[in-house]
């Protein structure tokens, strides 16, 4: 049974760090793309990072050089750290794997989001002012 398990949101002040993480199992981490989204009641789902099966990585222009997505094989993990988080980056936080396993240049996992089958049920991070 594919699943992804989220974990590593909370309750931060504005410049604070998290480190969320994403466990999976079911399936091998060697997926043409994984990434990190979130989502705020009412607006629309907004893809954060994303990892290639050879990892490359992208980031939203909001988050680069400060968030860093990474993925550990052997564990069957993805990482999410964020640094300098701001109270506008409350969301629920979820992460997803493509099918897929092809390799692909990572402007095709953003441009091609439907590609992403498998979602974590989320982990909310709340940022206060």
């Known amino acids: 049974q594919v699943q992804l398990v989220e974990s590593g949101g909370g309750s931060v002040q504005a410049g604070g760090s998290l480190r969320l993480s994403c466990v999976a199992s079911?399936?091998?981490?060697?997926?043409?793309?994984m990434g990190w989204f979130r989502q705020v009641p009412g607006k629309e789902r907004e893809g954060v990072a994303h990892v290639t099966r050879d990892g490359a990585t992208f980031y939203a222009d909001s988050v680069k050089g400060r968030f860093t997505i990474s993925k550990d094989n052997t564990s069957n993990t993805l990482y999410l750290q964020m640094n300098e988080l701001k109270p506008e980056e409350t969301a629920m936080y979820y992460c997803?794997?493509?099918?897929?396993?092809?390799?692909?240049?990572?402007?095709?996992?953003?441009?091609?989001?439907?590609?992403?089958?498998?979602w974590g049920q989320g982990t909310q991070v709340t940022v206060s002012s």
């Open positions: 079911g399936f091998t981490m060697k997926r043409s793309c």
């Open positions: 997803a794997a493509s099918q897929g396993i092809a390799f692909v240049d990572v402007a095709w996992c953003v441009s091609h989001q439907y590609a992403y089958a498998y």
